[in-house]
């Protein structure tokens, strides 16, 4: 049964944060994006509305967590630049390991057109792309690596719309995982088409 009124004292804590991300998580997987109200989550993680007012401004706010969460803009990198097709690999297995703890059920409802917030998060405002965004890490990462010339352009070719299509390269992977029965390998399966994608430039 859902609490109301002002969150208990024992329910501020890390765990109640966790547990109304996971509980939206759930309603994603059964039910979709569009049925998700603050309600129904406070009700799946049996917490009162206060709590989740505590940790989220609002229902977006909650959402954005599954693709912002740890911030990519202080993500440690373990791949060297001079590998620069692993070191965008490692960023955006960061993005794949958040989607795996929640399933392809979840990816499948919320990877979708529907979905304004994810769609605002991984598009881009004025040739922009969102501060702290995975996007904006990997253009970041890609201008190191031509500075350093170990990626070479040509004239009519951006990092930035490198960054845009290796963007596009991994919502396909992640398509064709929630897609395939079998047990496929995302990570190599990303890494495989970065790396091919990347060649090029290298």
Not at 22 to 49: D, K, M, V, W
Not at 74 to 103: A, C, H, V, W
């Amino acid at each position: 049964m859902q609490k109301s009124g002002r969150p208990a004292k024992s329910e501020i804590n890390n765990n109640s944060r966790e547990e109304l991300i996971n509980a939206a998580a759930r309603i994603i997987s059964r039910e979709g994006t569009n049925n998700l109200t603050i309600r129904n989550i406070c009700q799946e993680a049996n917490l009162s509305i206060g709590t989740f007012y505590h940790f989220f401004t609002d229902k977006n706010d909650l959402i954005m967590t599954f693709i912002t969460e740890p911030s990519f803009s202080d993500i440690k990198l373990l791949s060297p630049l001079n590998n620069i097709s692993q070191r965008i690999t490692e960023l955006y297995n960061f993005l794949i390991q958040r989607y795996i703890k929640f399933g392809r059920e979840f990816v499948k409802s919320f990877y979708n057109p529907c979905n304004k917030i994810l769609s605002a998060y991984m598009g881009e405002h004025e040739n922009k792309f969102l501060s702290g965004s995975i996007m904006e890490r990997s253009e970041q990462e890609l201008n190191n690596a031509l500075a350093e010339n170990i990626i070479k352009l040509p004239e009519n070719i951006s990092t930035h719309e490198i960054a845009s299509d290796i963007c596009t390269i991994v919502k396909g992977c992640v398509f064709e995982w929630c897609l395939c029965d079998d047990d496929i390998n995302i990570y190599s399966l990303t890494e495989r088409i970065i790396a091919n994608y990347m060649s090029k430039y290298v």
